[in-house]
């Protein structure tokens, strides 16, 4: 090949190392990376000037929670705040999800029980703790009803907009090929919404953690909510933002696991 041949393809060739490091500085996983250390740093800076006597440093904090995890005490705590968690949740997916879908394929269904989970979901959720105290004491029951009117709105409601806007085109189609009702539901409508439903699911799994917290702090000082309130009173505040920050920890990875599992069952199209 003669130089002329390769002048043009020169320039190419020395661009190719900038957009690799261009295409690796916008990298997902970069960007994320960049953020969590913008993040820590600030929260480092932030404990150094101080900014609260009552706020400690990220090391500090560290320090703390290795301290917790060395003890056993962080292990205990969220095997109790895991119980009604777990319960919770697995009440506000089943009923959640079959609510929607009812309320999405039967209008009187949703004219009936729609407006309950949409003054739910705008209501301060957390004002009830005490009533569901009174009603149901001080157990396990009242930590369960915390997490579950928590988290029903949302899955409820998200349910019912995905299987409300399956697409037209998708249900004349089926109907042309004389699909039963049945087939259309199990073949055409749950498919399309589903995608939307693991949306409303990880919403409503953030509230789960959002709810037990709340009902280990108002309702009986248990699990998490413990280490927070006891640390919190003997002035301990790196064991009280490493318990903070270890269920924010879990929760993040409870989430980023569903959203792997939505994608790896319903959009093909985003697995590379």
């Given at each position: 090949?003669?130089?002329?041949?390769?002048?043009?393809?020169?320039?190419?060739?020395?661009?190719?190392?900038?957009?690799?490091?261009?295409?690796?500085?916008?990298?997902?996983?970069?960007?994320?990376?960049?953020?969590?250390?913008?993040?820590?740093?600030?929260?480092?800076?932030?404990?150094?000037?101080?900014?609260?006597?009552?706020?400690?440093?990220?090391?500090?904090?560290?320090?703390?929670?290795?301290?917790?995890?060395?003890?056993?005490?962080?292990?205990?705590?969220?095997?109790?705040?895991?119980?009604?968690?777990?319960?919770?949740?697995?009440?506000?997916?089943?009923?959640?999800?079959?609510?929607?879908?009812?309320?999405?394929?039967?209008?009187?269904?949703?004219?009936?029980?729609?407006?309950?989970?949409?003054?739910?979901?705008?209501?301060?959720?957390?004002?009830?703790?005490?009533?569901?105290?009174?009603?149901?004491?001080?157990?396990?029951?009242?930590?369960?009803?915390?997490?579950?009117?928590?988290?029903?709105?949302?899955?409820?409601?998200?349910?019912?907009?995905?299987?409300?806007?399956?697409?037209?085109?998708?249900?004349?189609?089926?109907?042309?090929?004389?699909?039963?009702?049945?087939?259309?539901?199990?073949?055409?409508?749950?498919?399309?919404?589903?995608?939307?439903?693991?949306?409303?699911?990880?919403?409503?799994?953030?509230?789960?953690?959002?709810?037990?917290?709340?009902?280990?702090?108002?309702?009986?000082?248990?699990?998490?909510?413990?280490?927070?309130?006891y640390n919190q009173s003997v002035a301990d505040y790196p064991k009280m933002y490493a318990a903070i920050l270890s269920i924010i920890l879990f929760s993040v990875l409870f989430i980023?696991?569903?959203?792997?599992?939505?994608?790896?069952?319903?959009?093909?199209?985003?697995?590379?």
């Open positions: 090949m003669q130089t002329s041949e390769l002048a043009p393809a020169l320039p190419a060739l020395r661009q190719t190392p900038a957009r690799n490091w261009r295409d690796l500085a916008i990298h997902p996983l970069v960007l994320r990376l960049v953020s969590f250390s913008i993040a820590l740093a600030l929260w480092e800076y932030a404990g150094r000037i101080p900014l609260s006597p009552a706020f400690p440093t990220f090391l500090e904090t560290l320090a703390g929670l290795g301290s917790l995890i060395a003890d056993g005490s962080l292990f205990k705590a969220f095997m109790i705040t895991l119980h009604p968690l777990v319960i919770g949740l697995a009440i506000s997916v089943v009923l959640g999800v079959g609510l929607g879908v009812l309320m999405g394929l039967h209008q009187p269904s949703e004219w009936l029980i729609a407006p309950l989970f949409i003054i739910a979901q705008a209501a301060p959720l957390a004002a009830l703790i005490p009533i569901l105290t009174f009603a149901y004491g001080i157990g396990l029951t009242a930590k369960i009803m915390t997490v579950c009117i928590m988290a029903m709105p949302v899955i409820v409601l998200n349910t019912l907009g995905a299987v409300r806007n399956t697409p037209q085109s998708l249900l004349e189609m089926s109907r042309s090929f004389l699909a039963t009702r049945s087939q259309c539901i199990r073949l055409v409508i749950l498919p399309a919404a589903s995608p939307m439903i693991f949306a409303g699911l990880r919403l409503g799994c953030a509230a789960a953690f959002i709810g037990v917290i709340l009902a280990e702090l108002l309702i009986t000082p248990t699990g998490i909510g413990d280490l927070i309130s980023e696991a569903l959203e792997r599992i939505e994608h790896t069952l319903f959009r093909p199209e985003t697995r590379a």
